[in-house]
T-cell receptor, first 113, second 111 residues
Framework: DVKVTQSSRYLVKRTGEKVFLECVQD?????MFWYRQDPGLGLRLIYF???????EKGDIPEGYSVSREKKERFSLILESASTNQTSMYLC????????????FGQGTRLTVV | QKEVEQNSGPLSVPEGAIASLNCTYS??????FFWYRQYSGKSPELIMS????GDKEDGRFTAQLNKASQYVSLLIRDSQPSDSATYLC???????????FGKGTRLSVIA
């Protein structure tokens, strides 16, 4: 079974803090993604990566950065957390064959106070 | 026009009935289509994929694709209360880019 693991299930941070969300996959997938999910807005793509040290902006990259130093690990960084970044964050991965089906981690519910 | 559109629901069906979930997409070059199920508070789980026109069956689930009409649907036969969830349609845009998701349809199966 594909396993995508996110480091935290729930996280509470203060405004202005630097926040790291970690994601690890064990299926040797080339592609990794970070989405956020908000009521009424659905899943929105923040950043994705199709190879180590490669990154591409998604639809809503502002206020975020990412790091992919190893194939299995993709980190999302909130440089200075703000209350409008309170959300469910979902990491996903897929094989590099035309961005086929993506498999998701369990999600991190981040609250910024 | 939004890239992937779904009726938000809720769609309520009695136990044992057929639930029909619909999705339209705007990119005519899209080649790959997926249905995910998401229980409240959980992450999306892949349940069906379809790549060519026609029907694809897997147990109680049938995915249908009509590329000419830019339409994909999911039928759930013999619906069970455990099928109550939000169903997300996802489409691979042309040009080898990540999946785009619809906002989901909430299904409620009434016992």
């Amino acid at each position: 079974d594909v396993k995508v693991t996110q480091s935290s299930r729930y996280l509470v941070k203060r405004t202005g803090e630097k926040v790291f969300l970690e994601c690890v996959q064990d299926m040797d997938h080339e592609n990794m993604f970070w989405y956020r999910q908000d009521p009424g807005l659905g899943l929105r793509l923040i950043y994705f990566s199709y190879d180590v040290k490669m990154k591409e902006k998604g639809d809503i990259p502002e206020g975020y950065s990412v790091s992919r130093e190893k194939k299995e690990r993709f980190s999302l960084i909130l440089e200075s957390a703000s209350t409008n970044q309170t959300s469910m964050y979902l990491c996903a991965s897929s094989h590099d064959r035309g961005f086929l089906e993506a498999f998701f981690g369990q999600g991190t519910r981040l609250t910024v106070v | 026009q939004k890239e992937v559109e779904q009726n938000s629901g809720p769609l309520s069906v009695p136990e044992g009935a057929i639930a029909s979930l619909n999705c339209t997409y705007s990119d005519r070059g899209s080649q790959s289509f997926f249905w995910y199920r998401q229980y409240s508070g959980k992450s999306p789980e892949l349940i069906m994929s379809i790549y060519s026109n026609g029907d694809k069956e897997d147990g109680r689930f049938t995915a249908q694709l009509n590329k000419a009409s830019q339409y994909v649907s999911l039928l759930i036969r013999d619906s069970q209360p455990s099928d109550s969830a939000t169903y997300l349609c996802a489409v691979e845009r042309s040009g080898n880019t990540p999946l785009v998701f619809g906002k989901g349809t909430r299904l409620s199966v009434i016992a």
